[in-house]
């Protein structure tokens, strides 16, 4: 008897999983920024920004002004998207992390940007929180 549960043991060890911890490491975190959002925009001079976005709309607080642009990103899947600024594509990265998402964009025209670092680089990192759930 012992040696029947050692086979199957074993065999178990040998064939490759296919139950959820196989699944959820194939399943990916989209882009879905539906409902309202808050937080922080950093740009490529480290200058730091308080944002809010909701349906389609990204409000940026700068020192005595605030300004509303659109945004709609496009997902392309594997933490990319791009956005149509006009003529020029804008084109950026994003990751999910303990509830928030890191949105690393593109100017328009400009590569897309090799990963969530702000420096020399033009780009701009804005880093959101969901405050109301999307419908």
């Known amino acids: 008897?012992?040696?029947?549960?050692?086979?199957?043991?074993?065999?178990?060890?040998?064939?490759?999983?296919?139950?959820?911890?196989?699944v959820s490491?194939?399943?990916e975190d989209r882009l879905d920024l539906s409902g309202a959002w808050e937080g922080t925009m950093l740009d490529e001079s480290g200058s730091v920004f308080l944002v809010c976005y909701g349906e389609?709309?990204?409000q940026v607080g700068m020192p005595g002004i605030t300004f509303t642009t659109p945004f709609e990103p496009i997902e392309e899947g594997h933490g990319r998207f791009r956005l149509n600024d006009g003529q020029l594509p804008?084109?950026?990265i994003y990751k999910w992390e303990s509830g928030r998402v890191f949105i690393c964009r593109g100017y328009p025209g400009k590569a897309r940007p090799p990963s969530f670092h702000v420096g020399s680089e033009q780009h701009s990192l804005?880093?959101?929180?969901?405050?109301?759930?999307g419908k």
Request: glycine content about 10%; hydrophobic content about 60%; proline content about 8%.
């Open 1 to 22: 008897m012992s040696s029947a549960l050692a086979m199957v043991l074993t065999a178990a060890m040998v064939v490759p999983a296919s139950g959820p911890e196989m």
């Open 90 to 92: 804008v084109l950026g």
């Open 56 to 58: 389609g709309l990204l």
């Open 126 to 133: 804005i880093i959101l929180h969901r405050v109301q759930p």
């Open 25 to 27: 490491g194939e399943i």
